[in-house]
C-alpha cells in the first residue's frame, strides 16, 4: 500500500482537535495532546502535542509550546520548542520563536528574535498561492 506524504502544515492536524469559535474567550492555560484550532480569542498559554492554528479572527495573549504552528490571526507572545511554525500573510505576531523551521509570508508582521538551534535552519519566505478573501 502506497504511503501519502503529508507536505502542507494543515496534515499535521490529526482526526480530533480542540476549537475555540469564534464568539469564545478563554482565560486560562490550555493543553492537550490533540490539535487546538483558535477562532475566538485565548488569553493564557496553550501546549499541545500536535499542531496550534490561530486562525485569520483567532488571538492568542500567552505562550505556545507545540510541535507545528500556523498563525494566520494575531499572537502575542513565545512560540517554544516548535518544529515547524507558519506565519501566513495576515499574521501578526510579537514575541520571540524557537523552532527548526519557519516560513513567513510576505505581508505578515513579525517583531521579536528567532532562535533556530541547528546551523542548517534558516528562515523560508513565501507568498501565498491561494486568494484572500
Not at 11 to 38: H, N, P, W
Not at 50 to 65: A, H, M, P, Q, T
Request: glycine share 10%; proline share 2%.
Amino acid at each position: 500500500m502506497h504511503q501519502i506524504k503529508k507536505r502542507r502544515l494543515e496534515d499535521k492536524k490529526g482526526r480530533d482537535e480542540s476549537v475555540v469559535a469564534a464568539s469564545t474567550q478563554f482565560k486560562g492555560k490550555l493543553s492537550g495532546i490533540e490539535s487546538v484550532c483558535v477562532a475566538g480569542q485565548i488569553e493564557g498559554d496553550v501546549k499541545s502535542d500536535r499542531l496550534v492554528w490561530i486562525e485569520r479572527e483567532g488571538f492568542i495573549k500567552g505562550n505556545i509550546e507545540s510541535r507545528y504552528i500556523i498563525i494566520e490571526g494575531k499572537l502575542i507572545g513565545n512560540i517554544m520548542e516548535a518544529e515547524h511554525v507558519e506565519i501566513r500573510s495576515e499574521a501578526k505576531v510579537t514575541g520571540n520563536i524557537q523552532t527548526h523551521k519557519i516560513a513567513m509570508a510576505e505581508g505578515s508582521f513579525f517583531k521579536g528574535e528567532i532562535h533556530m538551534p541547528r546551523k542548517v535552519d534558516k528562515p523560508t519566505h513565501f507568498v501565498e498561492k491561494r486568494q484572500t478573501e
